[in-house]
Structure formats: structure tokens, C-alpha cells
């Protein structure tokens, strides 16, 4: 089916897509609950915590991860037998670092609120955080050292 050398297409951008998807509802889920957490402080006349934007901000490093995993399988010449492996490496790599991302928003969504309604507790929120920010990580350089050999 395939015949030669296939150059530069990688897994068609696939990882860095689903990683950017993800990071788009993480963000999102999280910028919603600091939104909320921030207008109840304006309601009862209470300074409005600003660091929750860490937590919105947190979900964003999965796009990272995902365009240096794209970069690695497109800079590569393999094998077109090896071309359909690829396409699937980084659709599953992709989606993984999205939920990554996904979860990590979900949770930065609670963090916020428990963070805006206490005032305490940052440094457990993020280390939750940074434990779901591992997962995405872990997929990164795992498939990056599955990735098939040149040629």
C-alpha cells in the first residue's frame, strides 16, 4: 500500500490538535470557576484572590507537550510502511494529553472555588494539579521513545 520514504508528514499534526482541544476545556472549566469565585468576592466586598489564574492557566503546558511530540514524529524520515503506526501514535498520545488537560482544568475549576471561599490551601491545589499535569508528560515521553526507528 504505502511505497517509500514518508517525509514531514508526522501524525498529520493530530497529537498537538487533541492536546490544544484539551487544553481549550481545561482552561475554559477552570476560567468559569474563577469567574464565579471572583464575582462572589466583588459581592460581598472581599478582594478578589488573583491567583486563581494559575489554576486556569495550568491546563495550557498539554498544548506544549503535544507540539514538541507532533515535532518529534515529523522530523523524522520513516518508513512508509511505519506512516499508519505514526498516525495512530499521535492520535492516542494526542487524546491522552487532552483528557490530561481536560482533568487538570476540572480540577483547577474546584481548586478555585475552594481557594477563593478558605483562602487557603494553594499549595495542595497545585500539587494536584501538577499530579494530573504528569499523566500528559508521562504520554509525551513515553511515545516519544516508542516512536519507530528511521528509515
Known amino acids: ?57 495550568a491546563p495550557l503546558s498539554q498544548t506544549i507537550y503535544g507540539l514538541i511530540l507532533r515535532n518529534a514524529i515529523q522530523n523524522v524520515d520513516y518508513s512508509a510502511a511505519n506512516y499508519p503506526a505514526l498516525i495512530l501514535m499521535g492520535l492516542v498520545a494526542g487524546l491522552a494529553m487532552g483528557m490530561s488537560a481536560m482533568m487538570q482544568g476540572k480540577a483547577g475549576a474546584k481548586a478555585a472555588d475552594a481557594l477563593a471561599e478558605t483562602g487557603k490551601g494553594f499549595g495542595n491545589y497545585i500539587m494536584v494539579l501538577g499530579v494530573v499535569e504528569t499523566v500528559a508528560l508521562f504520554v509525551m515521553v513515553f511515545t516519544m521513545t516508542a516512536l519507530p526507528a528511521a528509515g
Open 1 to 57: 500500500m504505502f511505497a517509500g520514504t514518508t517525509t514531514g508528514f508526522g501524525d498529520m499534526g493530530f497529537s498537538l490538535a487533541l492536546a490544544a482541544i484539551g487544553s481549550a476545556l481545561g482552561t475554559g472549566y477552570a476560567g468559569m470557576a474563577a469567574i464565579g469565585a471572583w464575582k462572589r468576592a466583588f459581592t460581598l466586598n472581599k478582594t478578589a484572590p488573583f491567583i486563581l489564574i494559575a489554576f486556569v492557566g
